[in-house]
DNA sequence: ACCTGAACACCGTTCAAGT
DNA sequence: ACCTGAACACCGTTCAAGT
């Protein structure tokens, strides 16, 4: 019965301490983020992480790295399910990625800035290689469409979470919205602020480009 | 002859200062940007700036509106040259705000990350309404197609800043890469890597976009 | 191997004060 | 009005030390 009485704690470990570092971005934000939060959050002294982690950076490479690892676990992604056609897989594909994305708003400029190769980057892009090849794209037009979808969804998803929480009319615009003479079109078009609905203008670009890109060497 | 000798400096004036610290973000990075760096910078106090800007987060809202003035000096963007077809002119616009991204790389993550809702940004969103308007598109459905090829467009400028400097091979793909029975589309892939082309890409996925976006009702 | 704690060289920001 | 300088409450990271 020594040191019965000492707080319980998980034992440390990488993934432990992603996974709390994780929520305390996803409730703080990237700029709140410390290091001797973090030591507060997992019970241990501010510099244990270190011996886990090189640097805050190395850490934040981890973050976005689990939070790749929360898309599409496996299922829809990779599944040569005949009966639905590729490009309907593929557009699947990048919505179970936004999907993962949108699940935390605040790490997104993380992932958004940091150019992952990692196992589990190769396991993705594979798989949506194969995707494509279905489709009939391969060699450079495949990676092309890739990178274009990649950084469609990223940037939508990037988007929609530096607005301002409320949803409806972006901060500020009402201020501009005054001066209605000198901005007509943008005065005329606040009128549908009200019915902007995220999914559905993601759905509405993502068709656009999926289909664009799938046609454009036949 | 009093103060003669004093090291010669421009008057201290919100422009002047964000021109520095636009100046300092892109040599050194966001992270290394500090009030005290930019006080040498400046050749002022560290505490300077502050009469200027309340804080950091304004000042980093103040370089994004910076490069915004950067997009397309009037010229291409309102130009209604009817000699060239609104479509052609939307990809013109497009083309214009990369451009004045990628000439911040560095800078980048605050634009892609600070929602600007500033008169700067009213005009540039008014004149696109009206290239839209030209090419049949209006109400709801511009709102959507500015948001999602503005998004795309920031998205791929990230991308492409985030990349080693280098340009060529990924970092860190190289070590997937000698996996190559696990990730055989990618191996595959790998052989298009050198002649990697950012812009092209960039017009690849824009003119998909952009034709999705104009055809969807039809 | 895994974690602690003191120490160092910084930060952003406040505030009273100078001109 | 515009800028300075000291001070405060933090940071990330190093390193020697503990178990």
Redesign the interface.
């Known amino acids: 019965m020594s040191k019965v009485m000492r707080p319980e704690r998980p034992a440390l470990s990488r993934e432990y301490i992603l996974d709390r570092a994780l929520g305390l971005v996803d409730r703080d934000g990237i700029e709140a983020f410390t290091f001797r939060k973090l030591a507060l959050e997992i019970g241990a002294d501010p510099m244990a992480a270190y011996y886990y982690f090189p640097n805050k950076a190395a850490l934040f490479d981890g973050i976005v790295e689990a939070i790749y690892l929360e898309v599409a676990p496996s299922a829809s992604f990779s599944a040569d399910d005949s009966s639905v056609p590729p490009r309907d897989r593929i557009l699947t594909a990048a919505r179970s990625m936004r999907c993962a994305f949108l699940r935390h708003p605040r790490a997104l400029?993380l992932v958004?800035?940091?150019?992952a190769?990692?196992?589990r980057m190769?396991?993705l892009?594979?798989a949506f290689?194969?995707l494509l090849?279905e489709a009939g794209i391969?060699?450079?037009r495949?990676?092309?469409a890739i990178?274009?979808i990649?950084?469609?969804?990223?940037?939508?998803a990037?988007?929609q979470a530096?607005?301002p929480a409320g949803g409806g009319t972006?901060?500020?615009?009402e201020?501009?919205l005054q001066e209605a003479d000198?901005?007509?079109?943008?005065s005329?078009?606040a009128?549908?602020?009200a019915?902007?609905d995220p999914d559905r203008?993601f759905d509405?670009?993502l068709?656009?480009?999926?289909?664009?890109?799938l046609g454009?060497g036949d």
């Not at 958004?112 to 150019?115: L, N």
């Not at 990649?150 to 939508?156: A, C, E, K, P």
């Open positions: 400029p958004a800035t940091r150019p190769s990692t196992p190769a396991v892009v594979e290689l194969g090849a391969g060699g450079a495949a990676l092309d990178t274009c990649s950084v469609y969804t990223i940037g939508h990037l988007a530096g607005e972006p901060a500020g615009v201020g501009l000198r901005y007509p079109r943008l005329a078009a009128a549908h602020f019915d902007y203008q509405l670009g068709a656009a480009l999926v289909d664009g890109l454009a």
